[in-house]
């Protein structure tokens, strides 16, 4: 795949589709960690070319229909003022003008969605280059994500997607010792991710709701905890490998409203409790010299105070491991705000769904299209 540094974009007029798919209340922006990402794409391409159209989606509007509270307007905004510029919103690719400007929340397009030829064509031809910035929704067909790639004159991913590509690849093929650390609360969602990281690490230790499907598929009485009887024989396949870290020790309670708590063996889970955290086993992992842990999804429900040990205790010893360390998913990036200072992470995804398809070794359709270019 090329760079963005393959492409020359003096006097050319590019468009460049983003992820600035953020929270937004009473018309001002919550959180802005997206759209700081991809500044340094804009400002690169600024460099060579005045003539940009910057795209993106927001939340999920009607398709051919306008949506004032769907509207990029505060996105806009906020851009105006980072980059001390006037940027037009145009609502129809035929009004797009000279110099900077943003198109409208292109799911308002008829036919993004479901990768329609005419929106695709039509994105392609207004652009003299086409850079696909938006790493999080590479996992989807979409016109703006997908066709337009294919049906480009010419077009790259932009830096912020060069890095994503290039960080995860780099763990998953290039580590000699790889930890891998996933958490969340089912099986099923993350069979696939399981299934790859085996193949990838030295050992995938696992956590949250997770864990119990293998506590049970091990022969361990979990009480009242979340389990998927349905996923006990694919968890029993992947305990033969010998590959998976389970908890020892694990925090128990009648309910997530309960204070009264209590961490315990795993072999001394009572009937009519729950597993609702794990105790971070730092003697078994200080074992291996892993010199790269891949994380993904929180070890017990952190939210609440009384269930957060062992996602506290993991970030801690992710920032104290000296291992490359590269996280990724939504609960993952609270978890490590909340506990820690991101500069002691070696990359963090901006991605959801395409980090947990990337990671499952599934090939994005956004990348696909690039490789071909």
Known sequence: MRELKDVVLVGKHVGLRVDLNVPIEDGAVMNDERLSATLPTILEILKSTKNLTIISHLGRPKEGEYSEELSL?????????????????????????????????????????????????????????????????????????????????????????????????NILDDSKKLLSVVGGSKVSTKLEVITNLLSKSEKVLVGGGIANTFLKAKGFDIGTSLVEDDMITSAKKMLGTGKIILPERVCISKSTQSDDIEFVPIESVPEDKMILDIELNIKELSKKDYDAILWNGPLGIFEIKNFEKGTRDLVKYLTQSGSRVVAGGGETIFAISKYSDKKHFHYISTAGGAFLEFISGKKLPSVAALELK
Do not use: C, Q
């Open 73 to 169: 307007k505060p996105i806009v905004h906020w851009f105006e003022k980072r980059l001390n510029l006037e940027i037009p919103l145009v609502k129809s690719l035929d009004e797009l003008p000279n110099g900077i400007s943003f198109l409208e929340n292109i799911r308002m397009f008829p036919g993004e969605s479901r990768n329609d030829d005419l929106l695709s064509e039509l994105l392609s031809k207004k652009f003299d280059i086409y850079i696909m910035d938006a790493f999080a929704t590479a996992h989807r067909e979409a016109s703006s994500t997908y066709g337009a790639i294919l049906k480009s004159k010419d077009s790259v991913p932009g830096l912020l997607f060069s890095r994503e590509i290039n960080a995860l690849s």
